[in-house]
């Protein structure tokens, strides 16, 4: 085969394009710059007005850390190696107490979850754009889910007290609605995102709008609903132990007593059977989202 030889002309045309390439991606270089540096300044002066807003003082933070190393030293308990035993039960004294206090915690936030799970559940396939073609219909539920979403939990148990009274009751409620808000926008995510031809498929089969969420929609999005619903009930189960603060139930009802009355090693004690229940709940529920999804996949 003959050598392709190219002509004068074309290698100056070459040139040219080369030319004119490396202009286009320094004048792009030169734009994308200018974009961060803008977004650079922007991002700094939200910063400056948040900390001025937010009245973060760097000298203020740097002088209360001796504090906080304070405040740690107090809440530790005083272990020696003769007598660790001793020392760990006095300790963990009331323990029976608060055992009992993580139960009742561990049952708030799990029928919190189960609540919340099925508005959620019920409320995401009206709320999907993809799914609802009555407008008004997907604005009254996309709506509601964001009501229930926006208002803190400790709110919710605020009004739940005041009208049911002190006790679990308000947790569960508290809770559950604001899951239901959070998880329903996961959910509706999950479903626009959805493989819209089997859906086709019933439609066209006749099928009617259940039909088509129940055969069509949710196989696929069941296993990101279990992994969200898991994930939900791990951070129930943190928000289970805080609600007590306003009389909720649970171990936040001894948190608060502990600070109020300053039981410094009692503090430190809760906080550990807090870590280690949900350090131990964050594994289980880690294994059962993996074994689910792969058993999903191998269906």
């Known amino acids: 085969m003959a050598d392709l030889v190219l002509s004068p002309g074309a290698g100056a045309a070459t040139s040219d394009a080369v030319a004119r390439f490396h202009d286009a991606y320094a004048a792009a270089r030169r734009r994308k710059r200018r974009l961060d540096a803008l977004f ?14 937010g009245e973060v003082d760097p000298v203020k933070i740097w002088n209360g850390l001796p504090r906080l190393h304070e405040f740690i030293v107090k809440i530790l308990p005083v272990l020696r190696w003769e007598t660790l035993g001793a020392d760990f039960a006095e300790w963990f004294l009331p323990y029976k107490l608060w055992l009992k206090l993580l139960v009742e915690t561990m049952l ?17 396939f009206p709320a999907s754009r993809n799914l609802m073609n009555n407008r008004p219909v997907l604005f009254v539920c996309r709506r509601l889910l964001e009501i229930a979403r926006t208002v803190p939990e400790l709110v919710y148990a605020l009004i739940f007290v005041f009208c049911f009274g002190i006790g679990p009751m308000a947790g569960v409620l508290a809770i559950a609605v604001h899951t239901m808000g959070a998880l329903g926008k996961l959910y509706s995510e999950v479903n626009e995102n959805i493989d819209m031809k089997p859906l086709e498929g019933l439609r066209a089969a006749g099928g009617s709008w259940v039909q088509m969420v129940r055969f ?78 792969g058993r999903e996949s191998l269906i």
């Open 40 to 53: 650079l300044l922007i991002f700094t002066a939200c910063l400056a007005v948040a900390m001025v807003i």
């Open 108 to 124: 708030i936030a799990f029928l919190a979850t189960v609540f919340g799970v099925i508005g959620a559940f019920l409320l995401s």
């Open 216 to 293: 069509a929609v949710v196989p696929q999005v069941l296993p990101n609903h279990v992994s969200y619903t898991l994930l939900r009930f791990e951070i129930n189960v943190r928000s289970s132990s805080i609600i007590g603060f306003v009389g909720a139930g649970g171990l936040g009802q001894e948190i608060r007593t502990a600070i109020s009355f300053q039981y410094y090693t009692d503090i430190s004690a809760l906080f550990l059977i807090i870590l280690v229940t949900v350090a131990s709940i964050d594994l289980i529920c880690e294994r059962i989202r993996h074994r689910f999804i």
